[in-house]
């Protein structure tokens, strides 16, 4: 997973402050999540399990813990799963590319729109100056043969970033597929 090429489009928000509880479990959560990335890097499924296993009942989950269980799953077979790992995973921290390229990776292959354009739609509406939400709407869309809506919310985002990197390539594409 994770092919989906792209340049960290939101900034990190900061942890919040006086959220001890996050805090106290930090560094519990990012040694355990190192352990289960290098047993997934290594290719070693089986033994990246049990680590997942344990951190969920520890109560040690996150974002990089559900993107890699979702990457486990996806690997494993489970792609259903895999897909509500990471949608999950990108619900619980919107700017993590890992978690998002994934979503939408996963969503493009199953070929299961509805999750991933409800989510884009939210997080669009949510936060009207991150483009990149209405970009991948479009593009989903486009993969939905809605070409008629993909190009209203591609002229959307147009009208506010006439720039927008692939945009004009994304425009060409939804044009093309337009019945004439």
Not at 134 to 149: K, M, N, V, W
């Amino acid at each position: 997973m994770n092919s989906f090429n792209a340049t960290p489009f939101l900034e990190k928000k900061e942890e919040p402050r006086g959220s001890q509880l996050l805090a106290d479990h930090r560094p519990a959560m990012d040694t355990a999540n190192e352990e289960i990335q290098a047993c997934l890097e290594r290719g070693d499924i089986v033994a990246a399990m049990p680590l997942i296993q344990k951190a969920v009942h520890e109560g040690k989950t996150n974002e990089v813990l559900l993107n890699n269980l979702g990457y486990a799953c996806w690997e494993s077979g489970h792609r259903e799963k895999a897909l509500e790992c990471f949608y999950n995973a990108a619900i619980l921290n919107p700017v993590d590319m890992d978690s998002l390229a994934n979503f939408v990776d996963a969503s493009y292959e199953l070929r299961q729109y509805s999750l991933l354009e409800e989510y884009l739609r939210t997080m669009a509406d949510a936060t009207p100056a991150a483009h990149e939400y209405r970009y991948l709407l479009a593009d989903c869309l486009l993969r939905q043969g809605r070409s008629t809506e993909a190009k209203d919310t591609l002229e959307r985002l147009l009208s506010k970033e006439p720039d927008y990197p692939g945009a004009g390539e994304l425009m060409v594409e939804i044009e093309e597929s337009r019945p004439r």
